[in-house]
């Protein structure tokens, strides 16, 4: 069974740091491209990034584009969300998704998110 | 950029009525990579329809996608009480990469 278990949430300051994590299980974790994807509360759904299986492909959307790095650990089977200089409006839930492995590009498995704030 | 619209904003409808949402975008995109995501309060989405009109393993067949260029619609038939929700469509632009959201349907019971 695929799933995708996220970790890492929780209360930050803003301009402060934080980490989240996704430990992936029940599929090849390198075959697969990775997202992260948030969504602000009682928000609509907002893609933020997007690593390729082994890493070496990497997009931002532009409101996290030089403050977020995703990373992935395929023998850890793992995917990242390093996140600096956070600002209010950083605060959401943070989804880890998988890409389908197929030509039609999408979500098909989402972790149970990881609720970040940002707030004094 | 491309940008989805979706409409209504939100929809009131009883059980065993059919539901019609809409999801325009701003330009051409290619039906391979239009996607159809359902969102219940408190859970993750979870993947509809792909590829404009193929449902997910397990949707049920009340689940109906269908469109191209600019104008796709999700079509749920004698709508049960379990798909009251909130739906997003989803595209997958290239240049450059990345995913774009509408900004979602919400379905509530009237």
């Known amino acids: 069974e695929v799933q995708l278990v996220e970790s890492g949430g929780g209360l930050v300051q803003p301009g402060g740091s934080l980490r989240v994590s996704c430990a992936a299980s029940?599929?090849?974790?390198?075959?697969?491209?990775m997202n992260w994807v948030r969504q602000a509360p009682g928000k609509g759904l907002e893609w933020i990034s997007y690593?390729?299986?082994?890493?070496?492909?990497?997009y931002y959307a532009d409101s996290v584009k030089g403050r977020f790095t995703i990373s992935r650990d395929n023998a850890k089977k793992s995917l990242d969300l390093q996140m600096d200089s956070l600002r209010a409006e950083d605060t959401a839930v943070y989804y880890c998704v998988r890409v389908a492995a197929n030509l039609f590009n999408y979500f098909d498995y989402w972790g149970q998110g990881a609720l970040v704030t940002v707030s004094s | 950029e491309i940008v989805l619209t979706q409409s209504p904003g939100t929809l009131s409808l009883s059980p065993g009525e059919r539901a019609t949402l809409s999801c325009r975008a701003s330009q051409n995109v290619s039906s391979t990579y239009l996607v159809w995501y359902q969102q219940k309060p408190g859970q993750a989405p979870r993947l509809l329809i792909y590829?404009?009109?193929t449902r997910a393993t397990g949707i049920p067949d009340r689940f109906t996608g269908s469109g191209s260029g600019t104008e796709f619609t999700l079509t749920i038939n004698r709508l049960e009480p379990e798909d009251f929700a909130v739906y997003y469509c989803?595209?997958?632009?290239?240049?450059?990469?990345?995913?774009?959201f509408g900004q979602g349907t919400k379905l509530e019971i009237k």
């Open positions: 590829g404009a009109s």
């Open positions: 029940g599929f090849t974790f390198s075959n697969y491209e």
């Open positions: 989803q595209q997958y632009g290239r240049s450059p990469p990345k995913y774009i």
């Open positions: 690593i390729s299986g082994y890493g070496p492909t990497i």
